[in-house]
């Protein structure tokens, strides 16, 4: 039994997937433009639904901005608790008819169908029966994209949205792509579209038209080579099923503030919190951690520190995390003497993961080193985070928590949780 060799590749997203977990749980919200977050006298827009999206409103906007361009905008403040489990719902129901799907996000699969051909059907016949049961069984419209490499599912199901499917047949592939704007290619931005649009270079017919070399002369190398090759169709990454994550990293954006003390330890505490927690959570630890501190004008710098035992406790992981960010911001303030050095953003990430389901305990030989989590201070540290654990998993995340790390603003932490998850 020969695999099958055509299209069969499948790009499976969700529709304006948490706009419309909020209309599946409230029928009065159908057919209405919504934003989940956000209002009317401010805060972010973290996703909007189709009817809003046709006035401009999208991710990412302030509430402000999103009443003045769609004023029958209704706000609502989002199920976290309900994204996951639905999302995983619909992965189940992809995950029957193949084994080989890569989750990228909380919301979209790569699936590769050619093993299943014989059992149920071609690829089209496979994404039509998927999308008629997720909408039956979960309730929630998805978009599919069927073609022979992942860049071109990728691009036809976002062509198919909203809740539609296109296949691109393989001897049909140019004449799909070449009308397309650029800005649909996997990995280009506003500042890449700017740039090829300066040249004239609007729709991935004519980037593919466009020498490789003039390519990489406008956006860079690596960049370059890449989206010259994604514009000819030239993708040879294969689907790879479910791989362990290998870091697990959380992030804030700061608007531009004064680099204190105070400021740093908050936010470093905050992240450190949300990524030991997802640790402990997923009996890992691990052995490097890594600080990333961007200033105003989108420049970053990061700083590692790999140990000789995995942590996984919030107070050892905020101290290095502070520890990596003053060296970086140290050497900012020395190459901008008598400055206030600003900063922008700051990411904490542990990667070098191992599996720890218990914690050998050492002999107490002073002076316990508490980075050391098998030693008596360590362990002490590990104790009270498993029961601030126990506690949040009863009560809420807010109801307990090292200060100042609780007390945070701006985007609600259960939807960051769900943007960086590892999938």
């Known amino acids: 039994m020969g695999m099958y060799s055509g ?30 977050g956000g209002s009317a006298a401010g805060g972010v827009v973290l996703a909007a639904s189709y009817e809003a999206k046709r006035f401009g409103v999208s991710g990412g906007m302030p509430g402000r901005r999103a009443r003045e361009l769609c004023p029958r905008i209704t706000f609502v403040r989002g199920h976290f608790d309900r994204y996951q489990q639905l999302a995983d719902g619909v992965m ?27 059992l149920f059907g071609p690829p089209d016949v496979i994404a039509d029966q998927l999308r008629r049961r997720v909408r039956r069984e979960i309730g929630l419209p998805i978009s599919i994209g069927v073609a ?18 296109v296949l691109v047949a393989p001897e049909r592939e140019r004449e799909f792509l070449d009308p397309l704007p650029v800005a ?8 890449a579209q700017a740039r090829l649009r300066s040249e004239g270079i609007h729709t991935i017919g004519q980037l593919a038209a466009t020498s490789p070399a003039s390519v990489r002369r406008l956006l860079g190398e690596a960049a370059g080579g890449k989206l010259s090759a994604l514009a000819l169709n030239e993708d040879p990454r294969r689907v790879t099923g479910a791989t362990r994550a290998r870091s697990v990293g959380a992030q804030s954006a700061m608007g531009r503030q004064p680099a204190t003390p105070d400021t740093v330890r ?16 997923k009996h890992r630890a691990g052995r490097t951690v890594t600080v990333r501190v961007r200033y105003p004008g ?80 360590g362990a002490a540290r590990l104790a009270v985070d498993t029961s601030m654990d126990a506690v949040r998993a009863r009560f809420g995340r807010g109801a307990v928590g090292y200060l100042p790390a609780m007390s945070r603003g701006g985007v609600p932490d259960d939807f960051r949780e769900l943007a960086e998850k590892e999938v």
């Not at 299209?7 to 029928?27: G, M, N, R």
């Not at 129901?93 to 590769?112: G, Q």
């Not at 790999?306 to 911001?329: D, F, K, N, S």
Request: aromatic share 2%.
């Open 298 to 377: 989108m420049r970053s710098v990061t700083r590692s520190l790999t140990l000789g035992e995995p942590v996984a406790a919030t107070l050892t992981l905020t101290e290095i995390a502070e520890q990596l960010a003053w060296q970086a911001l140290h050497e900012e303030s020395q190459r901008r003497p008598g400055e206030q050095v600003q900063i922008s953003l700051l990411a904490v990430s542990v990667s070098n993961l191992v599996a720890r389901h218990a914690v050998q305990q050492e002999l107490a030989v002073p002076p316990g080193d508490p980075r050391r989590e098998g030693s008596e201070a």
């Open 184 to 191: 649909l290619i996997w990995g280009i931005g506003p500042v």
């Open 266 to 281: 908050a936010v470093l505490g905050h992240l450190a919190d949300r990524v030991a927690v997802r640790l402990r959570a």
């Open 148 to 165: 022979r490499t992942k860049h071109l599912a990728k691009v036809a199901s976002q062509v198919a949205k909203p809740d539609g499917l």
């Open 7 to 36: 299209a069969a590749i499948l790009h499976a997203d969700l529709d304006a997937f948490y706009a419309s977990v909020e209309q599946l749980l409230d029928p009065s919200l159908r057919g209405r433009p919504i934003a989940v």
């Open 92 to 118: 189940a129901i992809l995950r029957d008819v193949t084994p080989v799907i890569e989750r990228i996000s909380i919301d979209e699969a790569f699936l590769d169908v050619s093993g299943s051909v014989h």
